[in-house]
């Protein structure tokens, strides 16, 4: 019996997005056993600094990948949109094996959709990107930073601490928590953030085998999508503190990817298609198209 330790948070989604990530392995190589190990990051044991003022590139990510890099864990697995574009040393992205529903959902206290929240009503996230979105939805609402986990944001909406929240829909569904959804919105309505429901694999990149398995469960179609959405972020030279948005969707062999930023007050939005080997290109030259026309270039 191989073993091979997966290195991950320690909260119920990261634990059921590990287990998704490790019923694939031992699937694809019969006589692999994956053992989770979870590790705490500096965002699991900070809970009460807002999200838009506390988070640093790899908050809820560095951690882990240290104890990659040191050897404890021989393989990591995070939610691709916490991982931050500028990589680290000695490691790869081995494989993009999975991605649930990348859309955003709405758990509001009175089941009721977002445009039927009353004027006033306070509706969490810690997400500017989000929130630009919200405020040009709806203006009149109370927009309010909100931290903790999936479970622990629908409890404060239930409690009455905010009239909603907006939370993953990938997130409610790993979790059997869809139900809670008030709302899942359109892409047109809220652009979800890069790589959002996607999950990345990671190990050491001199580590043949964990690279072998890890191939077995990569997908590459996954893959080209969020490469486009990253490059988009990366030169955007942003983060999860910089309200920008992009999704990527194949159309045969051509990906079309769509993105926005938000600046002074406004969301400048456009989209961009080319062959789904240009991902990478693609993204880049999104960022550039968008940043001139923010003013930000």
């Known amino acids: 019996m191989t073993v091979l330790r997966l290195g991950t948070r320690g909260s119920q989604l990261a634990l059921a997005q590990a287990r998704l990530v490790a019923d694939r392995l031992e699937a694809a190589a019969p006589g692999l ?3 989770l190990v979870t590790i705490a990051t500096a965002g699991d044991r900070d809970q009460s600094t807002p999200l838009a003022e506390g988070e640093r590139p790899g908050w809820f990510t560095t951690a882990i990948q240290e104890a990659l890099q040191r050897g404890e864990v021989d393989i990591a697995v995070h939610s691709l949109k916490d991982l931050p574009t500028r990589r680290p040393g000695g490691l790869v992205i081995a494989a993009v094996p999975l991605r649930e529903d990348p859309r955003d959902a709405l758990v509001s206290r009175t089941g009721a959709p977002l445009r039927d929240l009353p004027r006033g009503s ?3 996230t810690g997400s500017p990107r989000r929130e630009a979105q919200l405020r040009e939805l709806r203006p009149d609402l109370d927009i309010r930073p909100i931290r903790g986990n999936v479970e622990t944001r629908i409890r404060k909406v239930r409690d009455g601490e905010y009239d909603a929240a907006v939370v993953a829909l990938a997130g409610l569904r790993r979790l059997g928590l869809e139900t809670e959804a008030a709302e899942i919105f359109g892409l047109e309505e809220m652009l979800p953030a890069p790589g959002q429901g996607a999950l990345a694999v990671e190990c050491r990149a001199d580590d043949a085998r ?3 398995l ?8 996954v893959r080209l999508a969020v490469t486009a959405e990253r490059s988009f972020l990366a030169a955007i030279e942003g ?3 910089f309200p920008a948005a992009a999704y990527a969707e194949h159309f045969g062999s051509t990906l079309k990817l769509h993105a926005l930023v938000a600046s002074g007050g406004r969301i400048i939005r456009s989209k961009m298609g080319g062959p789904a080997e240009t991902a990478a290109g693609l993204g880049r030259q999104l960022a ?3 940043l001139q026309r923010a003013g930000l270039r």
């Open 33 to 35: 056993a994956v053992e």
């Open 122 to 124: 306070v509706v969490g």
């Open 210 to 212: 964990a690279r072998d």
């Open 214 to 221: 890890l191939a077995r469960v990569d997908d590459p179609a």
């Open 239 to 241: 983060g999860c503190s």
């Open 288 to 290: 550039e198209d968008l």
